[in-house]
């Protein structure tokens, strides 16, 4: 599966985005897929994740309430909608794939090449 994330750029504290990851196998619908974050100088850290069949969510403390994930399996699309962004959300966002529920990068299948995301203050 090719995982191709899309959707970022600069935007102001306080904004919003809406980042896409699109696989490139009807497959898709069998993975639990996930968006993880990587800061400069930082580890790449677990953001969210939607279960492959039932869409149940789950999320990072940083993130939960502000941060949204959801998926179009009839279009192999994942999307994280991204509101109330802070200046450290700041990262290059990745989408990934894996065949079991886990927040280990490990354990992660398939990755996008990642899509910047700067918030200014």
């Known amino acids: 599966v090719q995982l191709q994330a899309s959707g970022g750029g600069l935007v102001q504290a306080g904004g919003s985005l809406r980042l896409s990851c699109a696989a490139s196998e009807r497959t898709f619908g069998s993975y639990h897929m996930s968006w993880f974050r990587q800061a400069p100088g930082k580890e790449r850290e677990f953001v969210g994740r939607i279960s492959r069949t039932t869409g149940t969510t789950y999320y990072t403390d940083l993130v939960k309430g502000r941060f949204t994930i959801s998926r179009d399996n009839k279009n192999n699309i994942v999307y994280l909608q991204m509101n109330s962004l802070k200046p450290e959300d700041t990262a290059v966002y990745y989408c990934?794939?894996?065949?079991?529920?886990?927040?280990?990068?490990?354990?992660?299948?398939?990755w996008g090449q990642g899509t910047q995301v700067t918030v200014s203050s």
């Open positions: 990934a794939a894996a065949p079991i529920v886990t927040t280990r990068l490990s354990e992660y299948s398939y």
